[in-house]
């Protein structure tokens, strides 16, 4: 059923071009934005979770870990 439905709708030949082209151009974007990232910023930003003298990363108990 589904099947005759979709091959009665007009266009829907396009559809999987359309939706790989899509998908390919955010791919190409995700990697140009990465590519371009600063990376002296993203090596502060890996060390974040090691940094102790970050404020706000005391523990639940309100010490330092």
């Known amino acids: 059923m ?3 439905y ?3 709708v007009t266009g829907i030949e396009e559809l999987g071009i359309i939706s790989l082209i899509a998908a390919v151009t955010v791919f190409a974007g995700v990697i140009l934005h990465v590519v371009r990232l600063d990376k002296e ?3 502060a ?3 974040l979770p090691l ?3 970050v404020p ?3 523990s639940a108990e309100g ?3």
């Open 45 to 47: 930003r890996a060390a």
């Open 51 to 53: 940094d102790s003298d």
């Open 6 to 8: 979709l091959q009665s």
């Open 56 to 58: 706000g990363s005391e």
């Open 63 to 65: 010490g330092k870990p």
């Open 2 to 4: 589904l099947s005759q």
């Open 41 to 43: 910023v993203l090596r």
